[in-house]
């Protein structure tokens, strides 16, 4: 690999963000695609397909095969409350190596004792995210489950501001009205309301907490393999 790409390579990993090293199988030439960049490449749909699914492979284009090294971040997954559907989603989060972070300033709910080897931090989300949680970005995914606004609200705010690929809330349909007014009124336009997954999660006709995080989860890699949602019936 030419010094220049793997410069470009190793920046673009270190700024979280992903790329994809075209190599041409016959004369081993290379190029370095960025993300932003796949839309307007010669080979753009072929591009968006390995990267939404984050795999490697050989592919033929033009009487040529190449070969798509793909490089993506590491997913984080920030869930807002230590609560009975957060104790549930954590070993599920770990299967899709998913690196799981847990907020909750409430001190009695977020405890070592309910989150075995979780990075857990009791403290508000506004004080932490940022500072010491890791910055919010594209390749995160953020769940506020408290139905507290104190505690969900600026959560969100982060996210939506930081353009997190999925963004989702637990709540009724009546509570995320009252959290659209909050939100409107704070200043977010309505398209970026309009990320909001809410009520949060694939409809399963889920009811326990096992059921809600699995339906959360779900809902979560269709979003990033950027599988379209279903309409809820």
């Known amino acids: 690999m030419r010094a220049d790409i ?9 700024a979280r963000r992903a790329a994809i ?10 190029r370095l695609v960025r993300e932003a960049e796949i839309p307007a490449d010669p080979l753009g749909d ?20 190449l070969f798509l090294t793909v490089q993506v971040p590491p997913v ?7 609560v009975h559907i957060s104790q549930a989603l954590a070993p599920m989060a770990a299967g899709l190596d998913l690196a799981l972070t847990v907020i909750d300033p409430r001190t009695a709910f977020a405890t070592p004792e309910r989150f075995p080897d979780i990075e857990l931090v009791a403290e ?71 990320r909001i997954h809410a009520p949060i999660g694939l409809a399963i006709g889920a009811v326990s907490p096992a059921e809600i995080a699995l339906a959360v989860l779900a809902e979560i890699v269709a979003c990033l393999r950027r599988v379209p949602r279903p309409e809820v019936a």
């Open 21 to 30: 090293l075209v190599t041409d199988i016959a004369d081993g030439s290379q």
């Open 6 to 14: 793997l410069e470009k390579l190793n920046a673009e990993r270190t």
């Open 124 to 194: 508000w989300p506004d004080s932490v995210l940022g500072s010491r949680v890791p910055p919010l970005d594209r390749y995160c995914a953020l769940a506020a489950l408290t139905h507290d606004p104190k505690i969900d609200d600026p959560a969100l705010m982060a996210a939506l501001a930081a353009g997190c690929f999925y963004v989702g809330a637990l709540g009724s349909r009546k509570t995320h009205a009252a959290r659209v007014a909050r939100l409107t009124e704070a200043g977010f336009s309505q398209e970026q309301i309009g």
């Open 46 to 65: 072929t591009l968006g397909k390995h990267l939404a699914s984050a795999r490697s492979g050989l592919v033929e284009a033009g009487g040529r095969t």
């Open 76 to 82: 984080r997954l920030v869930v807002i409350g230590a």
